[in-house]
């Protein structure tokens, strides 16, 4: 068996010509068991190449995800499972340890060279307001957690809405392939403890294994495609069976027998196949589940095709030459294409590449993946100095890990630092709200820089302590709870319940509490509608969970006031109010509650403070459309002017005077996405929320 290039290292000797037996294979039935998962098999190493090929220009031309990346995972396991078993039947040590450090001394290197590079583009070429994400993206490829990464921020609600995709996405793969190279080695290790015990092949106890893997993470994949698609897409968990149908067929392969015509209708049926998955499949909103078959049962019929020996056969395709070297920089070509095409999108400001540009971008990718492979990955694979002790394999690990992370942490601490000297003086320099109601502001530097920074996820302020157990929450509602503020002498307690347009006034709110005295309770998630009539984009039995736990909150809080966001704005200018919010407000009412309700802001179809990029000039060049919302009655006025225990709180004057949004106020950025307020420009806000919510608590006789 040929030793994979790095996207699948496996721990073996160098492979031997056609038909030559190794010295351990005479005689003994140990031998005649290592011979069966022995030889020279170029059809997988052209395999290799047909799949990045595949990724490469479905990713440039189609702007599609092809299944190729799944064939990847595929092959991966069924070399890897073939250098074990060797090991295993021919009684060598499986030496776990050194395998891991000889599999990331390999792989490290040259992801090092590309993460690095891929950095600087970042640094140079990306928008301001990705450059922090992405700077942690950088990190967590090289530790191999990028899909965790991807993962929740699929399902986060306030993940950044990037303007640009990752340039590091990709690694996403890479990660799965990285944790199951850690995984896979115990279960082999677990087979060399029965044959240690037993006497007996390894074969049966790894086929059991790895089908009980195969069976539990398939029905796995299955739900959480169904449920959670998003999530499930990056999830290590519902990829595993892939990596065990790799190892089954490595199991299996030398007990196939086939005709040569059988073979010959396998290869080519299996490539035609493997080649329309991506065209006929949406395989970024379908896999992983049941339909992933399609691909690597595609791949699983080329490698069972194996060699035809007919000058007809697809192998005679795959083990031509040209092939056999682009198989070779297969790893190489899937590190580099992706953050080059994604960087040449961001520079020339498009949504997909031309079919010119498109042609460049796969021959550069080409042919840097092979001057990479050849002036990079090579020389360190043909590098004795390391294998010759297992602290040196290590301390090469330690080097490249080093190389990106110390300084992508570094960068972050820069700028850390850069951005608390400009908070400090915000005070003076970036007054936001307050430039509209105070007249006696000291002057501060007119070239100051805006604040805050947009990058990122929406910046979540935090909900407080965590709410007591005793409250009863389901546990999966214990996070959106918090005591924000508890005060020992307070007056009144305060409950805020909503979604993310409650949540955005927690800094205000948190003044407002701390300045009259009042305790106050968070019970927010995002997404979630207080009216179960409203719409729920995602997470809708999140949600229904998320607001049956309310009673159990208002029976332990006893709020003395609840604020709420009352209205919703939409992208078209309009604003609603369900019935079933109303109803809600009568809940709380009905239990002695004084409702505010905080009128929602204006929102629009693209983020004001992104199309800034930290640039005032740009202002008037990033000024969505008046709105309608300031100045004219709403649903939830007619509600609380008939009915004292609500009580209305509309800011959104001060959001936008006159009706005109502007995205900088005072030199503060107003919007951090297309309908959140920045948590800074909230914070300026705070004397005037207080002024107004005790003027409507006293008006309406509270």
């Known amino acids: 068996m040929r030793i994979p290039p790095a996207l699948d290292p496996v721990a073996g000797s160098s492979p031997l010509p056609v038909g030559q037996r190794p010295r351990w294979a005479a005689g003994s039935s140990s031998a005649q068991w290592v011979q069966r998962y022995s030889g020279f098999r170029p059809e997988v190493q052209g395999l290799r190449a047909i799949a990045v090929l595949l990724v490469v220009v479905y990713h440039v031309f189609m702007g599609r995800v092809s299944g190729g990346v799944d064939v990847f995972l595929f092959i991966s396991a069924f070399f890897m499972t073939l250098s074990f078993v060797r090991k295993l039947e021919g009684g060598r040590p499986l030496a776990l340890g050194r395998y891991w450090l000889h599999t990331f001394k390999r792989l490290l290197p040259l992801a090092t060279v590309v993460i690095l590079a891929t950095l600087f583009l970042v640094w140079w070429l990306y928008p301001a307001q990705d450059v922090a994400d992405f700077r942690f993206q950088g990190v967590a490829s090289i530790l191999y957690f ?335 709870c918090g005591v924000t503020v508890e005060s020992p002498n307070a007056s009144n307690t305060v409950l805020v319940v909503g979604n993310s347009h409650a949540l955005q006034w927690i800094p205000a709110l948190q003044n407002v509490a701390e300045d009259q005295d009042w305790n106050m309770t968070s019970y927010v998630r995002g997404n979630c509608f207080i009216g179960v009539e409203e719409p729920q984009v995602r997470d809708a039995a999140e949600c229904e969970s998320w607001l049956e736990d309310l009673d159990k909150v208002m029976d332990s809080v006893e709020p003395d006031i609840v604020v709420i966001n009352g209205t919703r704005s939409t992208e078209e200018g309009g604003e609603t109010m369900s019935s079933q919010t109303v109803e809600r407000m009568h809940y709380f009412t009905d239990r002695g509650s004084q409702v505010v309700a905080i009128r929602d802001n204006p929102r629009f179809d ?34 609380a002017a008939r009915e004292p225990a609500i009580t209305e709180v509309d800011m959104n004057d001060l959001i936008c005077p006159d009706g005109t949004c502007s995205p900088v106020i005072g030199n503060l950025i107003v919007y951090w996405d297309n309908n959140h307020i920045t948590p800074n420009y909230i914070r300026s806000m705070s004397s005037m929320l207080l002024e107004r919510v005790t003027a409507g608590l006293a008006e309406d006789g509270f």
């Open 146 to 480: 990028e899909n965790w990464t991807l993962a929740f921020n699929a399902v986060d609600y306030y993940a950044a809405d990037h303007s640009s995709a990752s340039p590091f996405q990709h690694f996403w793969s890479l990660s799965v392939q990285g944790q199951v190279f850690l995984l896979w080695p115990l279960i082999f290790g677990l087979a060399w403890l029965d044959k240690r015990r037993t006497g007996h092949s390894s074969v049966p106890v790894l086929a059991a294994c790895f089908g009980l893997v195969f069976a539990a993470s398939l029905a796995f994949s299955v739900l959480s495609t169904a449920t959670h698609q998003e999530f499930a897409y990056f999830d290590t968990r519902a990829r595993l069976w892939e990596f065990a149908l790799g190892s089954l067929v490595a199991l299996a392969i030398p007990y196939v027998k086939l005709p040569r015509a059988v073979r010959l209708v396998l290869g080519w049926g299996g490539l035609v196949s493997m080649v329309s998955v991506g065209i006929l499949v949406d395989v970024q909103g379908a896999f992983p589940g049941w339909i992933a078959l399609w691909p690597l049962l595609s791949a699983a019929a080329i490698i069972v095709a194996g060699q035809s020996g007919s000058a007809l056969g697809l192998d005679r395709f795959l083990s031509w030459a040209p092939v056999m070297k682009l198989g070779d920089a297969a790893y190489a070509l899937y590190l580099v294409h992706w953050p080059l095409l994604v960087t040449y999108l961001v520079v020339r400001d498009r949504p997909v590449a031309g079919p010119r540009s498109g042609v460049v971008i796969v021959v550069v990718s080409v042919l840097l993946a092979l001057l990479l492979t050849k002036i990079v990955e090579n020389p360190l694979k043909r590098w004795k100095w390391p294998e010759a002790k297992n602290w040196r394999l290590a301390l090469v690990i330690a080097v490249c890990l080093g190389l990106v992370v110390v300084p992508a942490r570094t960068w972050s601490g820069v700028e850390a630092k850069k951005q608390a000297q400009i908070e400090s003086q915000a005070f003076r320099n970036n007054p936001g709200a307050t430039v509209l109601t105070l007249d006696d502001l000291e002057e501060g530097d007119p070239n100051a820089p805006l604040l805050p920074v947009i990058e990122g996820a929406y910046p979540r302020p935090s909900l407080g302590g965590s709410c007591p157990e005793e409250m009863g929450l389901k546990k999966q509602n214990q996070m959106w």
């Open 606 to 639: 693209y983020a004001p403070g992104v199309c800034l990029e930290g640039d005032a000039e740009r202002a008037a060049d990033c000024m969505p459309p008046k709105t309608s919302i300031v100045g004219q009655p709403d649903p939830l006025g007619e509600v």
